[in-house]
T-cell receptor
Framework: DGGITQSPKYLFRKEGQNVTLSCEQNLNHDAMYWYRQDPGQGLRLIYYSQIVNDFQKGDIAEGYSVSREKKESFPLTVTSAQKNPTAFYLC????????????FGNGTRLTVT | GENVEQHPSTLSVQEGDSAVIKCTYSDSASNYFPWYKQELGKGPQLIIDIRSNVGEKKDQRIAVTLNKTAKHFSLHITETQPEDSAVYFCAARDDKIIFGKGTRLHILP
């Protein structure tokens, strides 16, 4: 079955450590996105990528980094510079830019203590 | 900057009644307006979307209306059922996809 896989579902880290969240899709989609979800805040865009080796900052990119070396993969690194990293992180992809819906993974819940 | 406002944040309706969720957007260049449903512990799923050149779209019990002049769009769910209980998000634009803050819908028995 085609879809988006985020792993792991739960992730625990100590403050000061960088952590990388995995996102893989086998939908052959060109564009991929990372959102952060906090209670009462909706989904806020961190980074997005339209094609391989290219990505743009979203509204809350500070403290995060991404790479897009392969079409299928868009890993997100939460660095120690991110002040409030504990959150639910959602990865999504879409076939193109115009009028195409996002397909979401089931998220990774990151807890930093 | 771009913004999508969504109301109400919580909505409770009796099973069988209708539910309406409203959103407004700030970027007049927005041309795509999807709605997503999110169940607990899962990623959001698209339930309906509308393009800027269409005023209304319906899919069984779900409909979306768009008023481009006023920059607002609404989700209508008729004959609500228990499985409609979830969090609903509106979104706008077509490259960055900006989301509203969500509406938690409770269907009361």
């Amino acid at each position: 079955d085609g879809g988006i896989t985020q792993s792991p579902k739960y992730l625990f880290r100590k403050e000061g450590q960088n952590v990388t969240l995995s996102c893989e899709q086998n939908l052959n989609h060109d564009a991929m996105y990372w959102y952060r979800q906090d209670p009462g805040q909706g989904l806020r865009l961190i980074y997005y990528s339209q094609i391989v080796n290219d990505f743009q900052k979203g509204d809350i990119a500070e403290g995060y980094s991404v790479s897009r070396e392969k079409k299928e993969s868009f890993p997100l690194t939460v660095t120690s510079a991110q002040k409030n990293p504990t959150a639910f992180y959602l990865c999504a992809s879409r076939i193109g830019l115009e009028y195409s819906p996002l397909h979401f993974g089931n998220g990774t819940r990151l807890t930093v203590t | 900057g771009e913004n999508v406002e969504q109301h109400p944040s919580t909505l409770s309706v009796q099973e069988g009644d209708s539910a309406v969720i409203k959103c407004t957007y700030s970027d007049s260049a927005s041309n795509y307006f999807p709605w997503y449903k999110q169940e607990l512990g899962k990623g959001p799923q698209l339930i309906i979307d509308i393009r800027s050149n269409v005023g209304e779209k319906k899919d069984q019990r779900i409909a979306v209306t768009l008023n481009k002049t006023a920059k607002h769009f609404s989700l209508h769910i008729t004959e609500t059922q228990p499985e409609d209980s979830a969090v609903y998000f509106c979104a706008a634009r077509d490259d960055k996809i900006i989301f509203g803050k969500g509406t938690r819908l409770h269907i009361l028995p």
